[in-house]
């Protein structure tokens, strides 16, 4: 079966205030900009890949694989998905993955192509041994236990064309936000008695 979706899926004010951080309405933004993307993997759940099919028919969704893996990979692959300036994909992700560390969310302005191939460039990385690796940069674990120990020039090349990542929350209900100068952790980021999810103040 598949794991439970958010336990505060019907906490109303933590989804406001989830809502507010990711579209940076707390911080001048005065109505939401289509610029919030998710990088979801679908082999976190076999829910999510045929969902992304469907919106993929409206919305921009766009495989990080490409060629003959981006066939026969594609029930697994991690996804860039565009939230928009609506609450479509929003709440889909909240009531079913919120806390079950599905991908990460992410800020930029850049064009959809753009940011697809910079997140392509992720996707594999070289050891000093020369071995090539699968980065699994999207899952929030990964991303938030990575990005602290980056020196400039490696958060320059996970950052790219994007302005700030949201890691989390996961099982442990905390959040991390990451802006290229400012790593930021807040615990109990979805407990609705510690003030939820709010953005950087």
């Known amino acids: 079966m598949p794991p439970e979706g958010n336990p505060?899926?019907?906490d109303l004010?933590?989804?406001?205030?989830?809502?507010?951080?990711?579209?940076?309405?707390?911080?001048?933004?005065e109505k939401r900009l289509p610029y919030v993307w998710a990088v979801l993997d679908a082999a976190r759940d076999e829910r999510i890949y045929p969902t992304l099919c469907e919106f993929a028919k409206t919305r921009e969704v766009?495989?990080?694989?490409?060629?003959?893996?981006?066939?026969?990979?594609?029930?697994?692959?991690?996804?860039?998905?565009?939230?928009?300036?609506?609450?479509?994909?929003?709440?889909?992700?909240?009531?079913e993955g919120w806390t079950q560390h599905w991908g990460i969310f992410l800020w930029s302005s850049a064009l959809p192509q753009r940011l697809r191939e910079h997140f392509r460039r992720l996707t594999m990385v070289r050891t000093e041994d020369g071995e090539t690796l699968l980065f699994r940069f999207y899952d929030p674990r990964v991303l938030s236990a990575f990005l602290p120990t980056c020196d400039e020039g490696q958060r320059r090349q996970v950052f790219g064309v994007v302005e700030r990542f949201w890691a989390g929350p996961?099982?442990?209900?905390?959040r991390r936000d990451f802006s290229f100068h400012r790593m930021t952790s807040y615990d109990g980021g979805m407990d609705p008695a510690k003030g939820g999810l709010h953005g950087d103040r």
């Open 13 to 29: 004010e933590a989804r406001e205030r989830a809502i507010r951080t990711l579209w940076r309405l707390d911080e001048g933004e």
């Open 62 to 95: 766009m495989p990080l694989y490409s060629g003959r893996s981006a066939t026969e990979l594609a029930a697994v692959a991690p996804y860039l998905v565009c939230l928009g300036n609506d609450d479509v994909v929003f709440d889909w992700i909240w009531r």
């Open 170 to 174: 996961g099982a442990d209900h905390n």
């Open 8 to 10: 505060f899926r019907d």
